[in-house]
C-alpha cells in the first residue's frame, strides 16, 4: 500500500493534502475574482473614454471639420486599451 503504516504519517498526509487542496482552491477562487474585478475596470475606462469621444467630435461632426475628427480618433487610437 501507499499509505504509511503509522497514524502520525497519516495524520500529517492528511493534513499536507488538505492544505495542498485549500491552497489551490483558494488560488482558484482570487484569480477569478481578480479577473472579473479588472474587466468590470477595463469596461468603465472604456465606455468614459467613448462617452469623452463622443462629446469631443459633437462639433467638428456638425460644423463638418473632417480632420479634427481624423486627429481625435487617431489620438483616442493611441490610448493602450483601445487597440
Known amino acids: 500500500m501507499l499509505l504509511p ?5 497519516q495524520i500529517a498526509l492528511l493534513v499536507s493534502l488538505l492544505f495542498m487542496a485549500t491552497v489551490f482552491f483558494y488560488t482558484w477562487y482570487t484569480a477569478a475574482e481578480q479577473s472579473e ?5 477595463q ?12 462629446g469631443a467630435i459633437a462639433e467638428p461632426l456638425v460644423l463638418g471639420d473632417y480632420a479634427a475628427i481624423e486627429t481625435l480618433l ?10
Open 37 to 41: 474585478l479588472s474587466e468590470r475596470q
Open 5 to 9: 503504516r503509522r497514524l502520525s504519517a
Open 74 to 83: 487617431l489620438q483616442t487610437a493611441e490610448y493602450p486599451s483601445v487597440l
Open 43 to 54: 469596461t468603465g475606462q472604456i465606455r468614459a473614454l467613448s462617452r469623452s469621444l463622443a
